[in-house]
C-alpha cells in the first residue's frame, strides 16, 4: 500500500528565512511524486510534480523538491519565505497514468512570521 | 491552462435534501476525474474516481448510493449527495488529468465545494 508521511504539523518561519517541508513515502514501484498547496477555504495547486529524471525539480512561486530514492523523501525547499506563501502544504504519491489514484500527506501549516 | 472548475463553492440546505456539485474541465479533456473529502484541518481522503461513460469506482467505506457519480462527457462529472445528513458535510473537492497523449499527466483541483446540511 502507498502511504505519505508529513512529519511537521505546522512550521513557522520568518519572511525572508529559507524553508524546507519533509516528505517521506512508500510506494512499491517508481513513485510519481507531487507538492500542493492549499490557502483556507480552496482548492488545491500544483506547485510541481517529479516523474523521472532530473531528482532537483523545480516549481512555480520558486519552489524546488528533491527526489531522494534511497531515503524515500521528496523534500519542498524555498531559498527565501514571503508572506503570502502561508498555507497548507500536501505532498502527494502516485503511480502512472491518468487514472492513478493520490495519497496524500497529512500537510503542513506554514505560518509566516513579518 | 489546465483549470478545473466546481460548482456550487458553497451550499447550505437542510436535512433529507440531494444536493448536486458539478466539476467540469474547462481548457482540457479528462477520462477520469477524482472526488475527494476534507475535513476541517485534515487530509484529503479519495472518495471515487469518475470514469466518462462507466461506472464509477468507490473506495472502501464510501456509500456508492449515499454519493452518486455521473461522468458524462469528458468534461464533466458530477457528485450527487443524496438524502444529506449533518454527518454529510464537509469540504468536497475534485480534479481532473488532462489527456495528452500516453504521458503521465498531474491531477488539477476544483477550488472545492462547502456543503453544510443543517
Request: proline residues 4%.
Given at each position: ?8 504539523i ?5 519572511e525572508?528565512a529559507?524553508?524546507?517541508l ?5 510506494y ?6 507531487f507538492w500542493?498547496?492549499q490557502?483556507?477555504?480552496q ?6 510534480k ?13 519552489f524546488e ?8 523523501s ?8 514571503h508572506w503570502?506563501d502561508a498555507?497548507e ?6 503511480g ?7 495519497t ?6 506554514l505560518?509566516?512570521?513579518? | ?6 460548482h456550487p463553492s458553497?451550499?447550505i440546505?437542510?436535512?433529507?435534501t440531494?444536493?448536486k456539485i ?15 473529502r476534507?475535513f476541517?484541518?485534515q487530509?484529503l481522503?479519495l472518495m471515487a ?21 455521473n461522468h458524462?462527457s469528458?468534461?464533466l462529472s458530477t457528485l450527487?449527495?443524496t438524502?444529506?445528513h449533518?454527518e454529510d ?7 481532473a488529468?488532462?489527456?495528452?497523449g500516453q ?16
Open positions: 500500500a502507498q502511504s505519505v508521511t508529513q512529519p511537521d505546522h512550521i513557522t518561519v520568518s525572508g529559507s524553508l524546507e519533509r516528505c517521506n513515502y512508500s512499491g514501484a517508481t513513485p510519481y511524486l500542493y498547496v490557502s483556507p477555504g482548492g488545491l495547486q500544483l506547485l510541481l517529479y516523474f523521472s529524471g532530473d531528482t532537483l525539480v523545480q516549481g512555480i512561486k520558486g523538491a528533491e527526489f531522494k530514492r534511497s531515503q524515500s521528496f523534500n519542498l525547499r524555498k531559498p527565501s519565505v503570502s498555507a502544504y500536501f505532498c502527494a504519491v502516485g502512472p497514468g491518468t487514472a492513478s489514484k493520490l496524500f500527506g497529512t500537510g503542513t501549516r505560518q509566516v512570521t513579518l | 491552462g489546465a483549470v478545473v472548475s466546481q458553497w451550499v440546505c437542510k436535512s433529507g440531494s444536493v458539478e466539476c467540469r474541465s474547462l481548457d482540457f479533456q479528462a477520462t477520469t476525474m477524482f472526488w475527494y476534507q476541517p484541518k487530509s481522503m474516481t469518475s470514469n466518462e461513460g462507466s461506472k464509477a469506482t468507490y473506495e472502501q467505506g464510501v456509500e456508492k448510493d449515499k454519493f452518486l457519480i458524462a469528458l468534461t450527487t449527495v438524502s444529506a449533518p458535510s464537509s469540504f468536497y473537492i475534485c480534479s488529468s488532462r489527456v495528452y504521458g503521465n499527466q498531474p491531477q488539477h483541483f476544483g477550488d472545492g465545494t462547502r456543503l453544510s446540511i443543517l
